[in-house]
């Protein structure tokens, strides 16, 4: 009863659009007075939170994505990309999701990723007579792989969270991640054959392509640089990211796309968001101290263990909450409520953490692109100056392959775990 209170409450909180981390951190504070627990172990949380080394690697992450964007970097890559693919049917598209993908893993941000090459390949598919619809859901689409491809920060919050491998994760979401930038690039291309509506790219010469490909070199080897370190064991991620930063500062100076003012607006940007996602994760803190006093976690982990043991079942209730709350709150509010109370009952499911952590973000990623909160849909409508219904009529089909994804690594596992387990 105490649980379907404080749950009932927290959705009202919610409701009525108290931001996430102080409906969270404020109904843990109530709880903890409620109940007579001495209220010093608060603010022992919320130093307790800041004090991890590896979140540092969210902040330097946005940082090293900001300042790619202010750099122009997009472009060089779309580009290089495109003077390979372009002249294939629906070629732009193709060029589209390769460059997401490519930037995915530098900046682990589905935001900057659908910002950056939103920017630079919007106009690029309209000049060339592509659906707007589509190209605004492809774009949409695209930027959701950055949060799902590695280095991914989601992810990483992830492993703070339940203290899993964050290595381990990375390797786990290689596979979806490029099995879902397939499936985009396969849809894209036979839209554009059949659907008809654009005009075909001539095909870029050998000299093009070359001095295209030198342009984006820098950003691909930053890219091998960041990735390469963390799996080599040379660096943590929170290193890798300080190393990738640094590096895409010098990169961008030497290219003289970089000045003051630019690492200064990318500094604040970047400062607002971690400021934001480091609230929601104090507040989320104090929140699972206070139910996991209450032990309202172990409790519901019973009652799905006592009422629910078939894993197939649970898996798919998973999944019915994660789709309905997407509707209502974005990714990393969902990771931070959901992920402390399912946590307890996987051991009992017989659940792989790893291989759930990435079903978890499939999931939170389709709520990205999901009105009426989706965070790329008014990301690509600002970039693109489209209506919100533009936007989600070009995007409605990639939130249903992404769907068709989730339900395939229930059965498929191995498409998530065959290189955790390889290496």
Not at 89 to 111: E, H, M, N, R
Not at 337 to 358: D, K, N, R, S
């Amino acid at each position: 009863m105490e649980a379907a209170i404080i749950l009932g409450a927290l959705v009202v909180l919610l409701g009525l659009r108290v931001p996430v981390a102080f409906a969270l951190g404020g109904l843990g504070v109530i709880l903890l007075w409620w109940k007579g627990f001495p209220l010093v172990g608060v603010p022992q949380r919320l130093y307790g939170t800041m004090d991890s080394f590896e979140l540092l690697a969210v902040p330097m992450f946005l940082l090293m994505s900001g300042v790619l964007l202010k750099g122009g970097v997009g472009k060089d890559l779309f580009a290089a990309v495109q003077s390979w693919v372009g002249h294939w049917p629906g070629g732009l598209g193709v060029a589209t999701i390769i460059s997401c993908a490519l930037f995915s893993a530098i900046s682990g941000s589905s935001v900057a990723t659908a910002a950056t090459i939103g920017t630079v390949a919007l106009p690029e598919m309209e000049a060339r007579g592509y659906n707007r619809s589509f190209t605004l859901g492809m774009l949409a689409a695209g930027g959701t792989l950055g949060i799902l491809i590695p280095p991914s920060i989601p992810l990483i919050l992830y492993g703070v969270v339940t203290e899993e491998s964050i290595p381990s994760l990375f390797l786990a979401g290689i596979g979806p991640g490029l099995f879902l930038a397939g499936l985009f690039i396969i849809y894209g291309m036979l839209y554009s054959r059949f659907g008809g509506g654009y005009t075909p790219s001539p095909k870029a010469d050998w000299a093009e392509r070359k001095r295209a490909t030198l342009m984006a070199l820098p950003t691909i080897l930053l890219a091998a640089c960041i990735i390469g370190s963390i799996y080599a064991g040379i660096a943590t991620p929170s290193e890798s990211a300080g190393v990738g930063f640094v590096l895409a500062l010098a990169m961008t100076y030497a290219m003289g796309r970089m000045d003051w003012e630019k690492v200064k607006d990318a500094t604040h940007k970047a400062m607002v968001t971690t400021i934001m996602i480091f609230l929601i994760i104090a507040g989320a803190k104090v929140f699972s101290y206070a139910i996991t006093l209450f032990q309202i976690p172990q409790a519901i982990s019973t009652a799905l263990t006592t009422n629910i043991s078939d894993a197939n079942i649970f898996m798919l209730a998973v999944g019915g909450v994660l789709l309905l709350m997407g509707f209502f709150l974005e990714s990393i509010s969902m990771l931070l409520i959901m992920v402390p109370v399912l946590y307890p009952a996987l051991e009992a499911m017989g659940i792989h953490p790893i291989w759930f952590g990435i079903f978890f973000v499939v999931l939170i990623e389709t709520a990205l692109i999901t009105p009426p909160v989706g965070m790329n849909l008014f990301i690509i409508q600002a970039v693109g100056k489209a209506k919100l219904q533009e936007v989600v009529r070009g995007a409605w089909p990639f939130a249903i392959m992404m769907l068709a994804t989730a339900a395939l690594l229930w059965f498929w596992q191995d498409l998530a775990l065959y290189l955790v387990f390889k290496f």
